[in-house]
């Protein structure tokens, strides 16, 4: 049985992502996958573990145990939203580019932009 930082990984390879891609995906900052990953590291949430199952098609037993089948289904691929498709191109690599931020350097470019928003806190 592996341990948990590798069924983690083998989760992530499965789906072909970088640590980056995957923590944009779960709405977590690289650094904590790369913790997930990491034998020393911290276990990510039973919230997280079961997105990651969800998304690489693991059973999430197996996922979270080592016990089980190993593959439940085909990954699931998030569709676009249909409003995705009104985008323009500039917007859509905006959009693409902001999933790939860090939760801390999103707050901060929103602060950026909506500087009004920031003082009311």
């Known amino acids: 049985m592996s341990a948990l930082y590798h069924r983690v ?4 390879r499965l789906l072909g992502l ?3 891609s995957l923590a944009a ?3 977590v900052s690289r650094s904590a996958v790369a913790q997930w990953e ?3 590291g911290t276990s990510p949430s039973v919230d997280h573990l079961s997105a990651l199952a969800r998304r690489s098609g693991m059973c999430f037993e197996y996922l979270a145990t080592g ?6 289904g085909e990954p ?3 569709e676009p939203a249909a409003e995705y498709d ?3 191109e500039q917007q859509k690599q905006l959009l693409e580019r902001f999933r790939l931020l860090s939760p801390r350097q999103r707050r901060a ?3 950026l932009i909506e500087p009004e928003r920031s003082s009311l806190r």
């Open 109 to 111: 470019l929103l602060e």
């Open 76 to 78: 699931m691929v998030a």
């Open 25 to 27: 995906e779960l709405g």
């Open 67 to 72: 016990r089980g089948p190993r593959i439940l």
């Open 38 to 40: 990491h034998a020393a």
């Open 86 to 88: 009104a985008l323009t």
């Open 18 to 20: 970088s640590q980056e």
């Open 9 to 12: 990984r083998e989760a992530r």
